[in-house]
Structure formats: structure tokens, C-alpha cells
């Protein structure tokens, strides 16, 4: 079955960093997402992998080894405003996202 | 770029009663869009997924009797809640995708409804 697992909650320091780990079981593979949530509001996409490596995007990066269906999202300077839930997605051979439950992100100043 | 809207972003009915709900894609051709819930701390569900003029595919456990769902051109998607009940409140969010553009098959999202049945 298709399956993709992260951790429910994580609590981290203003101005810290936080890694939040994904591990992915999917039908074929075309890549994986993160997606920040904010409470009641819609997903916003973060970043894309589908090559092993590390990915940066200012403050986000992303990393992938497919071979051990791995990825994790790192937050660096955390700030207040990154208090949201952030969701894991994977997409599979029929270009379909499978969802992680999300990890809700607790900053304390 | 790539923007996508819903309506109405909440409402709420009394039970018995049903609510369409609509999804535009304002600025790009959506060859596929998709449908989600979501309940409260709960990540997101997806119940269809549509391809502009033919039937949406369900999820399986989801009605599709109930929750029916219009594709009827490349910028617009309703979904539309029949015979509503309490169990039936959620945020549904509906994405989008262009298929023909995107190298990665990204799916854009529209802001969300939020459905209270009373």
C-alpha cells in the first residue's frame, strides 16, 4: 500500500532550527512535496524534490534520498510565522499526491 | 501567476438542505482538478478528482450521489453538497492542475470553504 509518515508534532525555539522528517511508500515515484498550512486556511506549496540531494530556498530547504523513501524540510531562523501544520505529499506513478497526516510546528519565543 | 479562487469561502445551511460550491482557475487552463476535506487537526482527504468534461473519479468510501462533482470547463469545478448534514461540516478545498504546462504536476490550491451544517 501507498503510505507516507511524519511526525504529528514538533516544538522548536524562535530563531532555531527544526528538521521535520517524511519516510514515503508510494506506487512508482514523481516527486515530493511540502506544503505549509496555516490553521484554516489552504496548503501553500514550499518546495519539490524528485532528484536526490538538498534543495534551498532562503530560510527551507528540502532534502530526498530515494532510495531509503526519505525526505526532510529544514527550517532555519525560525520565526513566529512559521507556527502551521507542514504536509508531506508524494506523488506516485499516476501523477497522484498521497498525503502525510501533516506536522503541526509549535514556535515558542 | 496560477491563482486559484473558490465560493463561497464559508457557509452555512441547515441540514436537508444542499450547497454548491465552486472552484476557478483564474489565470491558467485547469485540465485536472481536485477535490479535498478536511476536518478539524486532520490533514487533508481527498474525495475526487476531476478531468474537464468527463466524470470525476472518487475515493473510495466517498458518495458520489452525494458529493457531486462538475468539471464543465478548463477554468471551473463545482462541487455540490446534496441533502447536507451536521457530519457533512468540514473545510473543503479544491487544486488544480495544469497537465499540459507544468513540468512537475503541481497542484495549486484554492483558499478553502468552510461548510457549517446546522
Known amino acids: 500500500g501507498q503510505n507516507i509518515d511524519q511526525p504529528t508534532e514538533m516544538t522548536a525555539t524562535e530563531g532555531a532550527i527544526v528538521q521535520i522528517n517524511c519516510t514515503y511508500q508510494t506506487s512508482g515515484f514523481n516527486g515530493l512535496f511540502w506544503y505549509q498550512q496555516h490553521a484554516g486556511e489552504a496548503p501553500t506549496f514550499l518546495s519539490y524534490n524528485v532528484l536526490d540531494g538538498l534543495e534551498e530556498k532562503g530560510r527551507f530547504s528540502s532534502f530526498l534520498s530515494r532510495s531509503k523513501g526519505y525526505s526532510y524540510l529544514l527550517l532555519k531562523e525560525l520565526q513566529m510565522k512559521d507556527s502551521a501544520s507542514y504536509l508531506c505529499a508524494a506523488m506516485d506513478s499516476n501523477y497522484q499526491l498521497i498525503w502525510g497526516a501533516g506536522t503541526k510546528l509549535i514556535i515558542k519565543p | ?118
Open chain 2, 1 to 118: 501567476g496560477a491563482v486559484v479562487s473558490q465560493h463561497p469561502s464559508w457557509v452555512i445551511c441547515k441540514s436537508g438542505t444542499s450547497v454548491k460550491i465552486e472552484c476557478r482557475s483564474l489565470d491558467f487552463q485547469a485540465t485536472t482538478m481536485f477535490w479535498y476535506r478536511q476536518f478539524p487537526k486532520q490533514s487533508l482527504m481527498l474525495m475526487a478528482t476531476s478531468n474537464e468534461g468527463s466524470k470525476a473519479t472518487y475515493e473510495q468510501g466517498v458518495e458520489k450521489d452525494k458529493f457531486l462533482i462538475n468539471h464543465a470547463s478548463l477554468t471551473l469545478s463545482t462541487l455540490t453538497v446534496t441533502s447536507a448534514h451536521p457530519e457533512d461540516s468540514s473545510f473543503y478545498i479544491c487544486s488544480a492542475r495544469d497537465d499540459e504546462d507544468r513540468d512537475f504536476y503541481e497542484q495549486y490550491f484554492g483558499p478553502g470553504t468552510r461548510l457549517t451544517v446546522t
